[in-house]
């Protein structure tokens, strides 16, 4: 669901809609430290968010073989799924709680091989600077 905003009249997304998921995919396309990065690392992680407002949202981020995509659905190489609550997820994208706090409180439900999450430290602090792109156009209700 896109908000617009009525004071500049610009795209306002929910955050975890599918219009979000279509600008961080822009934001991965388009990221040169990513596609870069996905030339020496690989990793498909799948993203599970259950009782948000538009219900239960399936996302996936994919880097491998010189490719970097992120997308609706589950990862097509899944190494690592990871399942929350939409509030752990808003507290972690809104910088309220810090992602490690709710991995060692157990709010995040971590399946797969958690070492593909160990080796693509890289890539996560490179995929911070997309999520950074579109906090600003993003509300979290």
Known sequence: MA??????KKLIMRYLSLEWIEAMHAQVSGSASINDLANSHSIGITQVVT?????????HFQVGNG???FGAGPAPQENVRLEQSWQ???????EKVPAQEVFIKGLVR???DTQYIVDAVPVFAALD??????R???VYE
């Open 88 to 94: 752990t997820a808003v507290d972690v994208a809104t």
């Open 51 to 59: 009782d948000g407002p538009e219900g239960n949202v399936i996302y």
């Open 129 to 134: 600077a997309a999520f950074q792109s579109v």
């Open 3 to 8: 908000l617009s905003s009525r004071a500049d």
């Open 136 to 138: 600003a156009d993003t």
């Open 67 to 69: 490719n970097a995509q």
């Open 110 to 112: 971590v399946y797969g």
